[in-house]
């Protein structure tokens, strides 16, 4: 079946690169959620774990549940707010606040200009005085920005609204709180690092999204996908491949299949005059099945990509949805 590597060593010099930026590995909080974004959720909490990470971020209690001993702390990005030692869950609407279960650990998420999740700036007394009636634990009070990734004042925008929300915050006595707002743009863009937090998702895992122009640190892809043949066919001038018979080969070639496909998270919308071309530089042949794929080659073993940014630019998407397509079935081995 095809597999996935996991280079550690990448892995650990992309955290390197964020730690220069915070200048402790105790203000790195790992985002795991969706799977580490396709690298395994709990293969890669033992690799932040082992490098020192104590703090890491999923999406729910489920995944919290399956990492829990690797971390201290664990942010809950949405689901039902119950009491738990290790976890804190995110408020994301005032509603959350008289639904959350009383002595429950919460952080709160403020909108600062994304219009995604959270309560509203002018929201916030009412919001901390329900968590302070409902016997809420707030330890945190956070925001995402919308164009860390963007050359655009947006950025420093939300940055400053965000700094009102902190001293509002601390106005209404709130002083034990962690207050965080950076992500992996934000923490890649700026030298100026001066919160209690950063959460690193995708540069973790070695993609830096900014535009050219930007003077940030050379990070390194931790993940590769590799398939497995099959098996092997001569084809004569003329004969056609796969489904529909798409393509037609203009020589007489050697062919194999290989185990990867549409079920294994790889994209079958590929266009048969464009194909998709792999990294050891062959193109696909026709059509994607939902287990298998077809090359002109008789090599063992292929990699299909080690750099999803590549991969991205030939599919017209984003490097986040190539990676955290590909099925949690797939064995996933650490180089």
Not at 136 to 157: N, P
Not at 255 to 269: E, K, N, P, Q
Not at 285 to 313: H, P, T
Request: glycine share 6%.
């Amino acid at each position: 079946m095809a597999f996935i590597q996991i280079n550690k060593q990448h892995f650990y010099h992309n955290l390197n690169q964020i730690a220069l930026q915070t200048g402790s590995v105790k203000k790195i909080a790992i985002v795991l959620k969706d799977n580490a974004y396709g690298h395994g959720l709990e293969l890669i909490a033992k690799l932040a774990s082992e490098y020192g990470i104590t703090q890491a971020v999923v999406r729910t209690t489920s995944e919290a549940e399956k990492i829990e001993a690797c971390f201290s702390h664990i942010l809950i990005l949405g689901d039902s707010i119950i009491k738990h030692d290790k976890y804190a869950y995110t408020i994301n609407m005032l509603a959350d606040i008289t639904q959350a279960q009383s002595g429950s650990k919460v952080e709160l998420k403020v909108d600062t200009g994304m219009h995604r999740n959270g309560i509203a700036i002018d929201e916030l007394d009412e919001a901390l005085a329900l968590i302070k009636k409902q016997k809420l634990e707030l330890i945190g009070v956070m925001t995402h920005y919308r164009s860390a990734d963007v050359l655009s004042s947006e950025f420093f925008w939300q940055q400053k609204n965000f700094e009102s929300v902190k001293k509002r915050v601390k106005e209404l006595g709130f002083i034990e709180v962690c207050f965080h707002s950076y992500n992996s743009a934000a923490i890649l863009r700026n030298n100026n690092f001066d919160e209690d937090l950063v959460r690193v998702g995708i540069g973790a895992y070695g993609y830096n999204e900014l535009p050219s122009m930007f003077d940030t640190k050379s990070l390194k892809p931790v993940l590769s996908l590799h398939a497995n043949k099959i098996s092997t066919r001569r084809l004569k001038v003329g004969e056609r491949i796969g489904y529909g018979g798409d393509y037609i080969a203009s020589k007489d070639m050697t062919v194999s299949t290989y185990d990867l496909g549409y079920g294994d998270g790889w994209f079958r919308a590929q266009h048969s005059n464009q194909p998709y071309i792999i990294a050891e530089e062959l193109p696909i042949l026709g059509r994607v099945s939902m287990d298998f794929i077809s090359l002109e080659s008789e090599i063992e073993e292929v990699c299909i990509f080690n750099d999803a940014q590549n991969v991205a630019k030939q599919l017209g998407t984003i490097s986040y949805e190539i990676i955290t397509n590909l099925s949690n079935n797939i064995k996933r081995v650490i180089i």
